[in-house]
C-alpha cells in the first residue's frame, strides 16, 4: 500500500513540476562583423532575454582592419563611464605556431556580450557602436539591442503595453497558484501516509 501511495507522489510531482518550473534556456545569438558592418544591424524587441549571449563573429577577412564593440551600459549617450565597457579588439585571423596556440594571447576572432545585471545591462534598449580600425582610422556605426525580463511566459513577443502586461501578471498568479495547489497536495499525502502508518502500527 505504501509503495502504490509513494508511486502516485512521484508521478504526481513528474506532471506538476514542468509547470512550476519553466525556465528560459540560454542562447548564443550570432552576429556577424562584416566589411559593411553588422548583420544584423539592430536586434528589436521579442527576440532575446536576459541570460543571452551575443556572439560577434567576425567575417571580414581584410588584412590589417579591426572591430570592436562598445556598449553605453548605463544609458546616458556617453560610451567611455564607469559602467560602461568595450569587447576586445576582434581580428581577421591570428597569427599561430606550430602547436596551433595563438602566438598573440590579445588575438580575438570573435567576442561574447552577456544580456545580463551582472554584466551591467539592465533589460531594454541598449546602445552600441560597433568601431572599425584601418590604417591608424576609426569609424563608429551606432546600433542597437533591445532584450526583455526573462518571464518565462509561453508569448513569442515581448509585452508591449497593458494588456500584455496584464497576461505577464495573469501567469504569474497561476504559476503561485499551480505551486500552492501542488504543495498542498503533497502535505495532504503526508499527512494520509502517517495516517496509514500508524493505523499499521
Not at 596556440?101 to 551582472?118: E, F, G
Not at 531594454?124 to 563608429?140: A, C, L, V, Y
Not at 525580463?149 to 499551480?178: C, F, M, W, Y
Request: aromatic share 6%; net charge negative; glycine share 6%.
Amino acid at each position: 500500500m505504501r509503495g502504490r501511495v509513494l508511486l502516485v507522489i512521484g508521478v504526481f510531482f513528474i506532471l506538476l513540476s514542468p509547470s512550476i518550473t519553466s525556465a528560459h534556456d540560454q542562447k548564443e545569438y550570432n552576429i556577424l562583423i562584416t566589411e559593411d558592418g553588422l548583420t544584423p544591424a539592430s536586434i528589436n524587441p521579442g527576440i532575446l532575454v536576459e541570460t543571452d549571449t551575443l556572439f560577434f563573429r567576425n567575417v571580414d577577412d581584410r588584412q590589417d582592419v579591426q572591430h570592436r564593440i562598445l556598449v553605453d551600459a548605463d544609458g546616458d549617450g556617453v560610451f567611455e563611464g564607469m559602467d560602461d565597457f568595450s569587447t576586445e579588439w576582434i581580428s581577421s585571423s591570428c597569427e599561430l605556431n606550430e602547436t596551433g596556440q595563438k602566438v598573440d594571447d590579445s588575438c580575438n576572432q570573435h567576442a561574447l556580450i552577456l544580456l545580463d545585471p551582472s554584466n551591467r545591462l539592465l533589460p531594454g534598449n541598449i546602445s552600441m557602436i560597433h568601431q572599425i580600425k584601418e590604417n591608424n582610422e576609426t569609424f563608429d556605426i551606432n546600433f542597437y539591442v533591445n532584450f526583455a525580463q526573462d518571464i518565462h511566459v509561453n508569448n513569442d513577443n515581448a509585452p508591449t503595453g497593458n494588456e500584455d502586461l496584464e497576461e505577464v501578471q495573469k501567469s504569474s498568479r497561476e504559476q503561485l497558484l499551480e505551486a500552492v495547489i501542488f504543495f498542498s497536495s503533497l502535505a495532504v499525502i503526508l499527512v494520509g501516509l502517517e495516517i496509514i502508518k500508524s493505523d499499521k502500527e
